[in-house]
């Protein structure tokens, strides 16, 4: 069964840093999702993405988050310069159809680590 | 922001019988949810949807049921597998996007 891949799984990067999460969505799939979950707390969107633009942010995704599809098949997250708080996991999704009752298919996450 | 809740942090359950995990929602605009499983190290995977025009909806051990009213939903496993243990996640759909809850981690007991 296909699956959305996340590079890499565990990412340890000092503050002030720029961080690229890559993720590479199941290859027929049109929409694409970043959530993340900090320790303990629940699952969070921050964007979703179609036809090579925002559809939609949460007021999570400021000035330092950007989104990118690269080419036919990376779907990357870039932190500009990482704050501790932005230790968590980050999950890729992705999606046939952006319609409620299309599921999302989810990576199984990038660990990111900020010293 | 606390659209979605799910009340009880864990549950445990005795292997064969029922769980029964609940969810509550505040925004009558939704119109669609589901539930996702989450196993330690992967992502949430997709278990069952149900839309907002039903009350019910069934997959082989697991259904969802939908009471609009009191803006809650419940997913029963019957029987209930060592297997299924994992955090269970309800998630209402937005536009574009899914509101999760905080999770519930089931825990089935052999």
């Known amino acids: 069964e296909p699956e959305v891949t996340q590079t890499p799984s565990h990412q340890v990067t000092q503050m002030g840093q720029e961080v690229i999460l890559r993720c590479v969505p199941i290859?027929?799939?049109?929409?694409f999702y970043w959530y993340r979950q900090i320790l303990g707390q629940k699952v969070e969107f921050l964007v979703s993405?179609?036809?090579?633009?925002?559809?939609?942010k949460s007021e999570i995704f400021d000035d330092q988050f950007s989104v990118e599809r690269p080419d036919g098949s990376n779907f990357t997250l870039k932190i500009r310069s990482t704050k501790l708080e932005d230790s968590a996991m980050y999950f890729c999704?992705?999606?046939?159809?952006?319609?409620?009752?299309?599921?999302?298919?989810f990576g199984d996450g990038t660990r990111l680590s900020i010293l | 922001d606390q659209q979605v809740k799910q009340n009880s942090p864990s549950l445990s359950v005795q292997e064969g019988r029922i769980s029964i995990l609940n969810c509550d929602y505040t925004?009558?605009?939704?119109?669609?949810f589901l539930w996702y499983k989450k196993y330690p190290a992967e992502g949430p995977t997709f278990l069952i949807s149900?839309?907002?025009?039903?009350d019910k909806n069934e997959d082989g051990r697991f259904t969802v049921f939908l009471n609009k009213s009191a803006k809650h939903l419940s997913l029963h496993i019957v029987p209930s597998q060592p297997g299924d243990s994992a955090v269970y996640f309800c998630?209402?759909?937005?536009?574009?996007?899914?509101?999760f809850g905080t999770g519930t981690r089931l825990k089935v007991l052999a």
């Open positions: 999704a992705s999606g046939q159809g952006g319609q409620p009752n299309q599921p999302q298919h």
């Open positions: 290859s027929n799939h049109l929409y």
């Open positions: 993405f179609y036809n090579n633009e925002i559809s939609e």
């Open positions: 925004n009558s605009m939704f119109d669609y």
């Open positions: 149900i839309s907002s025009i039903k």
């Open positions: 998630a209402a759909s937005g536009a574009y996007k899914y509101i």
